[in-house]
């Protein structure tokens, strides 16, 4: 497996920072500092050199730094099995609303889309908000599962935004009590399409995911977890052929109109899916494990994906983890450093303290956060 770093990072305007320029080291990257000094902002930063909304999901208006022109700049020098790259992405506060506005370059050329970075380098996060994901909307699962999707399948993210375009076209049409047939027709074909493939690619994920979880320890600090799917198409994967399943799926929609039009909204679909995950040495729900059981069982989960990222696109994801020492007592801090440098990958990692990472002391980059700007951590 390769390892892909980010050797240095480039803000403007981005959050609290007007301006900032780091030279960053492979392997594991500590940034401390108290609450609020901007630590998060700079992995949300990172996360923003892979498709998506970044990891808070915020609309981009509100990333920009208060008091800017509403437009904002991440730029970084990537290394790795492919070479060097320049990835820069941003906005210029004039730009449409939702992913669309946001802009790509890689090496100096526009890019036709934000999924081209995925050439370069996967980015996958672990933040406080996910503490909350077993017991949290479904909504939250299908989203994690599909950003883990999308670190392998490059263009998982395009059949979703399909997906949902069809679907918000339809929802339009239950709306305005239309009864185009031939409208109606040619969409939900193209949901069944869609969704049947989307369904497919998240299913063999868990498949993947459910192997490489096997090979952690037993008994070991991250427990092994149980994951399956719950939804309408993803329960038949694997069961019937690929066009079986478009044609029940696009029969469900046509024969469920009026049912959806009384509803407001489409009722069935993947956009309805539920990932289940289970503590298996508990035999218990992960939504009834303790708040340091279900992040034990997020971080387990995190590091088989990483693990299975590396074997199957060739390189090891770069991990974001705000806040990782939280939960995680002394062992199991230890623990996961060791696996974090066994994986050999870029990790970031932020914390109010840097005695929480004591133990990766002369093997990681301490740098201490404080408001706007960042410097070397002193005596680390």
Known sequence: M?????????????????ALSLDLQPGAVV???DNGAGKTNLLEAISFLTPGRGLRRAPYGDVAREGSDGGFTVHAHVEGENGDAEIGTGTTGSDAPGEAGRRVRINGANAKSA??????????????????LFTGPAGDRRRFLDRLVLAIDASHGQRALDYEKAMRGRNRLLAEESRDRG??????TQMAETGVAIAAARAEMV???????EKLPATGPFPQADISLAGTLENQIGLQPAVEIEENFRRMLAEGRERDRAAGRTLEGPHRSDLIVSHRP????????STG???ALLVGIIISHARLCGEMSGTVPILLLDEIAAHLDAGRRAALFAILEEL???????????ALFSSLRGKAQFLTVDHGSVHPTEDA
């Open 2 to 18: 390769a390892s892909t770093h980010i050797s240095k990072l480039t803000l403007t305007n981005f959050r609290n920072y007007t």
């Open 31 to 33: 940034f401390t500092g």
């Open 115 to 132: 999924e081209d970075m995925l050439e370069w380098l996967r980015v996958i996060w672990l933040t406080p908000a996910m503490d909350a």
């Open 183 to 188: 409208w109606f027709e040619a969409i939900e």
């Open 207 to 213: 498949r993947l995911l459910a192997a490489m979880i």
């Open 282 to 289: 508990k035999a218990m729900p992960a939504e009834l494990c």
């Open 293 to 295: 059981e279900q992040k």
């Open 344 to 354: 050999d990958c870029q990790a970031f990692m932020t914390g109010t303290e840097a």
